[in-house]
């Protein structure tokens, strides 16, 4: 059973005995290790499988760049990726932390860093997520306005109306079609393309 | 000379475009250089940037877009590298299962796109799902021109297939085992899943875009400005192994330096195929084949034909600026002079990348 707020882990390790010791140093620092596999493959269907809410990896894991490209080539269940060095340098976690999106680089396993750092790299990924939907929505939405626009200077010019009286237009037959106004709009546009 | 120069460490990963910086170490060309430089194999290339990024290596071979994305800041922490030499043009191949071959019919490489992009449309009708194709990582050549490739032929890279990231040492595996039907990595990886007979050779990606530049030799955010001597020298050396590479007669030579120091499992007949411009088991010679020393001098606006590509399939952040780009041809230039006789500078044709339909908004 796990306990309330355990952290679940997917951990991806091609080194069986290092993953044992990365296993335990993770068990050890309050974190519920889900699976343990040696390579990335079908890493989207093992992540739902295990909810799990993050991946750890070594930094110089062989299947480093398979988990880079799940958030680049295809977008389905993006999960933050926490990378562990086994040897740091001093000042690379601060480095590292700093930096943001992807790269965490924790000196060892030592129990009572490990914790912190998956939170913050849980953080940090959902800041950057929403921040990147928002960005996408708004990108959307502006790209929606001006077909919208472009529909009602469409009506404006060809059936000579008004700019009230061409988004009222869009709107009724948005209503009485059940669709949004964009997808009206774009309809609209389609037609006038084909003419 | 400083009497105990510090050293640099540099990355690199097996595959035979890292020929330059094997070849510069096993020859004593970085020491003759006065530079001392411990060459480090790594497993992955967001390994190589992260350790560039985080100080745990000065250098490494890198892929060029890699380094424009870190320059965006969509790979990793953002960091602006600097290059200050290619490493090859060419050497990329794309490998098909014998299954997918088969259902193209038969061709004589290079494979045309468009009878490509016919079989994928006949599988579709027959209800079979779309192929999984393997590059060696998001922001490559690789992945970049075989989306060219695909987009050439009406093809959707983001639908019409389903495109993957495998280590380039695991390709010829995940191939046998059907875990993908296709894959783009560099040599001699494509040669090896030929000769092991669980794949065809289909085109090399010097057939997309004739000798496109690949990897480069990339230093860490400064590093050409705070050790700009010591870059200097390691870049010498690394044109002159560019230009031992070139010669046809060391490359039996050379061959066993890769066997040695990067593909200890593979046989030397694999090896020895990209070095003569051929893929294994494949008798005729390519028209492009893998180059060194027409790769070296680093080309900026090469550069620009990456960035376009990245920018159609949205592989940048929108509305970023444009990055950084750290394609520093002064540094080759003054190292070159070092030399006593300087390699011709080589250039790409016209890259097709540059050329993309532009897309509309609605």
């Known amino acids: 059973m796990l306990e309330e707020g355990t952290l679940r882990v997917l951990l991806v390790d091609h080194d069986e005995d290092r993953a044992a010791a990365v296993r335990s140093g993770l068990e050890a620092g309050g974190c519920a290790v889900v699976a343990v596999v040696p390579e990335a493959r079908d890493l989207v269907a093992l992540v739902r499988e295990s909810a799990a809410e993050v991946i750890v990896c070594d930094l110089d894991d062989p299947s480093r760049d398979a988990l880079e490209s799940m958030r680049a080539l295809y977008r389905d269940e993006p999960r933050p990726v926490v990378v562990f060095a086994a040897r740091g340098e001093p000042g690379q976690i601060e480095a590292a932390i700093e930096a943001g999106v992807a790269a965490y680089v924790v000196e060892g396993l030592a129990p009572e860093r490990v914790r912190p750092v ?28 001006s077909l919208i626009e472009r529909a ?19 709107r009724r037959r948005a209503m009485d079609r059940g669709q949004r106004m964009v997808q009206v709009a774009r309809e609209l546009l389609s037609n006038c393309k084909a003419e | 000379m400083p009497r105990n120069p510090a050293l640099l460490r540099i990355g690199y990963v097996p595959l035979t475009d890292a020929a330059p910086l094997v070849a510069a170490e096993a020859l004593g060309l970085f020491a003759r250089h006065g530079v001392r430089v411990r060459l480090s194999r790594e497993q992955a290339w967001a390994a190589l940037r992260d350790k560039l990024a985080f100080g745990a290596l000065e250098g490494a071979q890198m ?39 088969g259902q193209i019919g038969p ?30 990582f998001p922001h490559s ?24 990231v495998v280590p380039p040492p695991r390709m010829t595996e995940a191939l046998a085992q059907g ?14 899943a030929v000769a092991q007979g669980v794949g065809r050779f289909a085109l090399a ?15 860490a955010e400064g590093l050409a400005e705070t050790r700009e001597e010591e870059v200097l020298r390691a870049t010498a050396a690394v044109i002159e192994a560019a230009q031992w590479l070139e010669v046809p007669a060391n490359r039996s030579a050379a061959a066993r330096l890769l ?29 492009t084949p893998l180059r060194f020393a027409a790769a070296s001098r680093p080309v900026a606006g090469e550069a620009s034909a990456w960035l376009a590509a990245m920018r159609r399939w949205k592989h940048l952040p929108a509305g970023a600026p444009e990055p950084a780009a750290g394609w520093r041809a002064d540094l080759w230039d003054r190292a070159a002079a070092r030399l006593s006789a300087p390699p011709a500078p080589g250039r790409a044709t016209p890259s097709p990348l540059l050329a993309i339909p532009q897309e509309t908004d609605a």
């Open chain 2, 259 to 287: 066997q040695e120091r990067a593909f200890p499992e593979l046989p030397l007949s694999t090896i020895a195929a990209a070095l003569a411009g051929r893929v294994a088991g494949c008798a005729a010679p390519l028209a």
């Open chain 2, 205 to 219: 990606t010097g057939d997309i875009w004739p000798d496109h530049p690949e990897k480069v030799l990339a230093w």
């Open chain 1, 152 to 170: 009602k200077g469409v009506l404006m010019q060809r059936r000579r109306m008004s700019e009230a009286e061409a988004h009222h237009w869009l």
């Open chain 2, 179 to 192: 875990a993908i039907e296709g894959f783009c990595a560099g040599e001699p990886w494509g040669s090896h």
């Open chain 2, 141 to 164: 050549s690789h992945n970049l021109l075989l989306r060219h490739w695909l987009a050439a032929s009406g093809l959707d890279p983001d639908h019409d297939l389903r495109l993957v």
């Open chain 2, 63 to 101: 892929l060029g877009p890699l380094v424009l994305a870190l320059a965006a800041g969509a790979s990793g922490p953002r960091r602006r590298l600097t290059v200050s030499a290619g490493l090859a043009r060419n050497g990329n191949t794309v490998i098909l299962s014998p299954a997918l071959a």
């Open chain 1, 118 to 145: 998956l939170e913050v790299a849980i953080r940090r990924f959902r800041a950057h997520q929403a921040l990147r939907a928002e960005l996408d929505g708004m990108r959307a939405t502006m790209a929606e306005r």
């Open chain 2, 107 to 136: 061709f004589v490489p290079p494979l045309r796109a468009s009878a490509f992009a016919e079989a994928l449309r006949r599988r579709a009708e027959s209800g079979l799902p779309p192929p999984t194709f393997a590059v060696v």
